[in-house]
């Protein structure tokens, strides 16, 4: 089949999706949607978070998978990376029918070539810088839109922000080489190290796939990259020597130009920093120092995109990019707050990698200096695991108290039995004095219920389900 190319003028063009209900798959429908697409979708019945976002969008959402759902005049059927086209009966009776299809991935990629698109992209990070981003933009009262990988709160509990087509900002991701279907005039790049080990066994591989996803920058095309993260400097390097027309822009406390950082301290729980090349501190609401960096960084590609659209740095674009940077309180399971009940305040993270675990315990350490930290731990995908289990291991030193559970199981590989979740246990009590081990997520429950006190800071982290203690310890708390 050949490549099939996304009209820019999508006025009434059918489109079907199949899994709408994910994150990124219920985001592009809002961005298809304001464009004048006619959109339906299917999924599971389960009701998720995005039920509410479809339902606002007034859009068809079938609870089953079936033929039947395929409207004749479908132009265009997208699907999540979760559904095959030899299985599931859609996307049969769409190849059937002749329809094109596309990966989410690719149609993301698609969208992005009718837009001057900027990709954020990186190990840690993505989605904080895109919601950060994208907060600024609409600060600062650009002419463009931004998607990310969670509900951020700025963007009014939704993934997406829209103020415009001009630019684009999207969340890009290196799992199974996904970002290279999309089309950056501009990357940020906050990151780079192992990770995904099902996908790139070596540090080598991931490496290279974001080096082949910076060369698809155009002439004079911008890379804007963290200069504190050994991985990003490494790939500037390595593509400036073959890449001399690139503008090469670094942000961070090692930084040399304008995006240089000083961290000024912690003042009403504000995070204070300045940027050396504009005048005035910045505040932010959350916490960890690896979030002041992610701050500057989504400033620099900001106001870069401010420039091209003739805009001067001044004095009073500089106010509303404090302001927005300020009213950017965070994302969903990106340290969120959950509540506080009995003198307990519960807090759930996404962090699932050792580095992104030891920065954000870090940061909640540095924030919350007077509390007692108690963090829960859940860990995703045995291959990551093993592959990192001495620095896993090695990232709770900022916490009081550790529990840990079997390892989430993920589509990918097979359940854990225990064995990879307890030889983390046994590693990490090498590293930790004070480390819990239970089976099952609320098993740790009763314990909790004992030895939480007022004062403290539980913290659930991880991709897996751990969440559901937080939600269990806020309602055991509000009966102490």
């Known amino acids: 089949m050949k490549h099939f190319v996304l009209p820019e003028d999508l006025n009434g063009f059918r489109i079907h999706l199949v899994g ?6 219920a985001a592009l429908t809002e961005l ?58 859609e996307l049969i009776e769409a190849a059937k029918l002749s329809i094109p299809m596309l990966l989410y991935s690719e149609a993301l990629g698609e969208f992005s070539a009718h837009s001057y698109s900027c990709g954020i992209a990186g190990v840690h990070g993505k989605t904080t810088t895109t919601g950060m981003a994208g907060t600024l933009l609409k600060g ?27 630019f684009f900002i999207a969340e890009t991701c290196e799992y199974q080489y996904h970002f290279l279907s999309f089309h950056p005039r501009k990357i940020l790049l906050t990151s780079i190290e192992s990770d995904h080990q099902d996908c790139f066994p070596t540090y080598e591989s991931i490496l290279s796939a974001f080096m082949q996803y910076i060369n698809k920058l155009p002439q004079y095309g911008e890379l804007i990259y963290c200069a504190d993260d050994p991985g990003a400097c490494e790939a500037a ?48 609401k959350v916490p960890g120092r690896h979030n002041v960096k992610n701050a500057a960084g989504a400033l620099a590609l900001t106001f870069s995109l401010a420039k091209e659209a003739g805009k001067e740095i001044d004095f009073s674009l500089l106010g509303k990019a404090r302001e927005a940077l300020e009213s950017f309180s965070g994302s969903r399971r990106r340290c969120e707050i959950i509540g506080e009940s009995g003198g307990v305040l519960i807090i759930d993270d996404y962090g699932h990698h050792p580095t992104a675990i030891r920065s954000t315990l870090e940061g909640l350490k540095e924030f919350y200096p007077e509390r007692r930290i108690i963090v829960d731990f859940m860990s995703h995908t045995n291959s990551r695991t093993e592959a990192l289990l001495e620095d896993f291991a090695a990232s709770f030193g900022a916490a009081h108290e550790v529990i840990l559970h079997k390892v989430y199981a ?49 913290v659930t982290m991880g991709a897996g389900d751990n969440w559901r203690l937080g939600k269990a310890v806020l309602e055991d708390r509000r009966n102490v």
């Not at 998607?147 to 087509?165: K, P, Q, R, Y």
């Not at 090692?254 to 505040?283: C, H, L, M, W």
Request: glycine residues 10%; aromatic residues 10%; charged residues 25%.
């Open 20 to 25: 709408i209900k994910g994150t990124g798959m």
């Open 32 to 89: 298809l949607c304001a464009k004048g697409a006619v959109v339906t979708g299917s999924d599971v019945p389960e009701i998720f978070y995005t039920d509410a976002i479809l339902n606002a969008l007034g859009v068809k959402v079938f609870a089953s998978f079936s033929p039947e759902n395929i409207h004749p005049d479908t132009r265009l059927v997208i699907h999540s990376s979760a559904y095959s086209r030899q299985s599931n009966p």
């Open 140 to 166: 600062l009262d650009l002419d463009g839109s931004a998607l990310a990988g969670s509900v951020i709160s700025s963007f009014d509990d939704h993934c997406t922000m829209i103020n415009g087509n001009r």
């Open 237 to 284: 390097r390595m593509i400036f020597s073959s890449r001399p027309d690139m503008v090469f822009t670094g942000y961070g406390e090692k930084a040399t130009g304008d995006y240089r950082i000083e961290f000024k301290g912690i003042r009403n729980e504000r995070q204070v920093f300045s940027v050396k090349g504009f005048p005035g501190d910045f505040k932010l």
């Open 410 to 458: 993920s589509a990918r590989e097979g359940p854990d039995t225990g064995a990879t979740g307890m030889k983390l246990f046994e590693a990490a009590k090498k590293k930790h004095k004070n480390v819990k081990f239970f089976q099952e997520v609320l098993e740790a429950r009763p314990w909790l219920k004992e030895h939480l006190l007022p004062g403290d800071l539980f």
